[in-house]
């Protein structure tokens, strides 16, 4: 089966290759999302950094984390082709778990490097070749990355519980090890069955029909309405990075409960996964019906979920989390309308990058999306400064407020983000009729 990746068109089936790229996905969050759930209390127990230290290495790390995919996009557009990139970037990633578990501050930069260089390389062009699986089947694509985004959150629920348990019992390098393990785990998946994934890992010819379809003009219009995109991205992703800042103070200090606060933080990837398969049918039973909401309707849908969710914080300070305690039901149900927000929006923003992104920058571009969450989580720090400024229901209204503004904006971008992708159709269906 050479090219099992090319599904007949239109059928309802899922390319075999979505499920290699689910576990090659699932396994490499598995390790990321490990080593995060220790990485602060390593540096505060081990290495004995002050907590502004811890924060200050902790943030720039997640800013490189999901800065170089910019420059991991790239090469791969250009000079590795996607398969050799996730293999490299796989490959630096488990070496530097390996070199973080060496209990030394040396080995700790370098070891870090090591991870951002690599899942610079990996992440991002893992959800290029997703998309890419899906050029003759377009309609299933969404659904697709719906699936792929329940592979991520498996290995990130998981993975706090199972490290955990690690270095209580064998210490920190082993724990780091075990993240190492898990990247291996997800190489070996990758390389066994590239296979499945035919030419969807491969670079895009410069003089390939695809790539000439695209006139420069046409290209810039695709790159300024991904660009728009990528602004509603990062506002949401402002919102959705309090979980492991304000949320988690909230779910110390303001909530009647003696369960660890970071451990709430297991519940939003829970949420997406017990929910995705209710969105994935949804979206599909619209679809019969000719009413499934637009990509941008999507993702204003994920902006004012997540705005739901701090409008009942807003509430749940209002009515006594601001001075006192209150159920911490208000933050467990927070955290489940963020997931759905985060399943309305997430995977949506993916499989609209893939599929808008001029075929020659597709790599580049997804980078893209990628630094949206590097600003989003930059500057989910610099709000959550005024935590301590102001009540807490009036942070919450504060960051309602924000996102509100960014509903509006998306709803005026949206007649022509549809343009933009009406005219990719419109291509995608001249190209399966050509061949
Ligand atoms: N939880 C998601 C993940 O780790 C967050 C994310 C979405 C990161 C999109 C990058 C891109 O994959």
Redesign the pocket.
Known sequence: MPTASRAPAASRRHPPGLYVLFFT?LWE?YS??SMMAILALYMNEKLHFSVAHVGQVYGSYIAGV?FL?LVGGFLADRVLGFYRAVVIGGALMMLGHLVLGVESLPFFYAGLTLLACGSGLL??NV?TIVGNLYRDNPGLRDAGFNIF?MG??I??FISPLTVSWFRIHYGWSVAFASAAGAMLISLAVFIGFRRYLGDAAGKVAETSREARAVSPAEARARVITLLMVFVISAVF?LA?YQNGFTLTFWARDNTLTSIAPEKFQAIE?LG?ILLSPLFVWAWMWLQRRNAEPSTPVKMLIGVLFVAGAFGMMAWAGLIGGDTGRVSVQWLVWAYIVIAMG?IAL?PM??SLVNRVAPPRSRGLLMGG??VS?SIGGYLSGSIGAYWTRMPHSRFFLLVVGILAVTGVLLVLMTPSIKRTIARVDAEERAALAES
């Open positions: 996905e969050r990321f999302y999901y995919p992440k991002p959800s985004y991520i959150n290995g990130a992703w959705f990837p997406v985060e997430s923003g993916l999306w990628f969450l």
